[in-house]
């Protein structure tokens, strides 16, 4: 069944209904559309959300990027981005393919429809000017037929009219002779014409129309074909980018599976343990009644005039870890502003970069030397002695990376023997099961002047360190007491730290008050100045 057949007097049927068709892939287009904008805000959105949350600082410079919730959190992140990217590829899918590509087919359904209408009006206004000439012959027919019989009967009232003249009557049969003959020429005039108008019209109605209202058809047919297939497009969009959704989404199953509580407590260690010994037992002191004490006490000090003297509970000599306060240090090239165990880390890191930049200049020297030996043997491809400043500059680069090779490792060797010590210290120290985390003061002196550097503050900001780790000292001391022994400095100590003094290798100092178990004494230089100094920097000799 078709259009001309069923259809052939719905031709403002089938105008309406095409110009409907059209409407409909108009409104196709505009609603893909607006689509392709929603996806490419929430692409859009969902990348900026991704940057917001995303670390600034650089995966090497961040000590959280080793945490594995950190990590899997970024993959989420990296997740979310590609699953954007996927959206923005739905977007341009989208507005290529059916956006762009329909909205030129409705152009082009449009111009056909417009000729075929335009031809069927053609049609149409042909047809009625047919039927208008035929009306035109039949009433000019009709009117000479009127004229004719007018004329006859006039012409024989006149014949039988015994006054009338012979010319009058003569006359009156011409004029109905003419009327007739005219009626007649009329009358073949409107039967031509109605023959004429009939053929046209079966024409018309029985192959032109039709024909025009298949053509519509058609192209109906093919413009709903083609909606029908942008409709498709709608779903086949998302359909090619379902797979990496998913794959998407797996990654963020698998990062939130990743998450490792227990290498993440044994990463927060290894970032942050200091490596220190702990301090020991805080012992008694009796404050219910004064009383002298013998030189070697030294929780009572004995003025020059006798009177014993209490150490306030406003003048404590330590303020022990959780309690110290926050100090500022100036980072050191050996790292001895740091903590021991962290100290080590920082120097094993160095020295495995040196190493490898030791081995990239050893590489691109040996490079250039086998390039300077094709020079030699083939001049044309280029002149040997244009290579010898870069050997020579490789050359000197190794020598460099070399000395500070020994640097690090003399540095590092000394930094693990301080670690090792101070476990050991730790263990032999305490009998029963350690008392909560507290910090003791560093001990990171070296055999060598150049590393003889003492802090007690804590890591600088970009080690993660929050929490002070060092014991502190009040910068306020009792009055000066009877020294209890002698001592010799092993080793040089700064004593940079609040309540500490600094002392050379070899220098004999005055023993005021004997280690409290936290690996500090109370000395006195004989030049003046009094102090806490590391115990294991000194040889002491008690009176």
Request: contains cysteine.
């Amino acid at each position: 069944m078709d259009w001309g057949t069923e259809l052939w007097d719905q031709f403002e049927v089938l105008e309406r209904h095409t110009q409907w068709g059209l409407d409909l892939l108009d409104r196709y287009v505009k609603f893909v559309k607006e689509r392709t904008e929603v996806e490419q805000a929430y692409a859009k959105q969902l990348r900026n959300l991704v940057k917001k949350y995303l670390p600034k600082r650089p995966a090497k410079d961040d000590p959280e990027s080793k945490f594995s919730q950190q990590q899997s959190f970024v993959q989420i992140l990296q997740e979310v981005n590609d699953f954007a990217g996927q959206r923005e590829l739905v977007a341009e899918n989208l507005s290529v393919r059916v956006c762009l590509e329909l909205v030129k087919y409705s152009q082009e359904m449009k111009q056909e429809r417009k000729m075929h209408f335009q031809e069927g009006r053609r049609a149409q206004q042909q047809l009625e000017s047919g039927f208008k000439q035929l009306e035109n012959s039949k009433r000019k027919f009709e009117r000479d037929c009127r004229e004719a019989e007018k004329a006859a009967q006039t012409a024989e009232r006149l014949d039988q009219d015994i006054n009338a003249t012979k010319a009058d009557v003569e006359k009156a049969k011409q004029q109905a002779h003419l009327r007739s003959h005219m009626a007649e020429e009329s009358k073949n005039e409107y039967a031509a014409q109605l023959q004429r108008f009939n053929r046209d019209q079966a024409h018309f109605y029985f192959s032109q129309m039709p024909q025009i209202f298949d053509k519509l058809q058609d192209m109906d047919e093919r413009r709903a074909t083609r909606l029908g297939a942008g409709y498709g497009l709608l779903s086949e969009a998302e359909l090619q980018v379902v797979p990496i959704i998913a794959k998407c989404l797996e990654g963020m199953k698998v990062a939130a599976d990743a998450v490792d509580a227990k290498n993440d407590s044994q990463v927060l260690i290894e970032l942050h343990k200091s490596g220190f010994a702990r301090p020991g037992d805080v012992e008694f002191e009796d404050f219910s009644q004064p009383m002298n004490r013998a030189p070697s006490d030294s929780s009572l000090g004995t003025p020059s005039d006798g009177r014993p003297e209490l150490r306030g509970p406003g003048r404590s000599r330590a303020k022990r870890w959780p309690f110290g306060k926050k100090n500022k240090t100036v980072a050191s090239e050996d790292f001895s502003h740091l903590p021991p165990e962290q100290q080590r880390k920082r120097l094993q890191q160095q020295l495995e970069e040196r190493n490898r930049e030791l081995q990239k200049e050893v590489d691109q020297r040996e490079a250039l030397k086998k390039m300077k030996d094709v020079y030699e043997k083939t001049p044309q491809m280029g002149d040997p002695a244009s290579l010898e400043p870069r050997i020579t500059e490789t050359l000197s680069n190794i020598e460099r990376l070399k000395l500070e090779v020994q640097k690090y490792e003399a540095w590092l060797a000394e930094a693990e023997s301080r670690v090792l010590s101070n476990r050991g210290d730790s263990l032999g120290r305490h009998t029963r099961p350690p008392d909560p985390p507290s910090s003791a003061p560093p001990d990171s002196s070296s055999n060598g002047s150049q590393d003889n550097k003492e802090s007690s503050e804590e890591p600088p900001s970009e080690e993660g360190q929050d929490t002070p780790i060092y014991t502190e000292f009040d910068e306020d001391f009792e009055e000066p007491t009877s020294p209890i022994g002698q001592c010799v400095a092993i080793y040089h100590f700064e004593g940079s730290s609040e309540g500490t003094i600094s002392m050379t290798e070899g220098e004999d100092l005055s023993l005021m008050e004997e280690d409290k178990g936290d690996g500090w004494t109370r000395v006195r230089r004989k030049q003046g100045g009094e102090g806490y100094v590391p115990t294991s920097y000194l040889r002491v000799s008690l009176n």
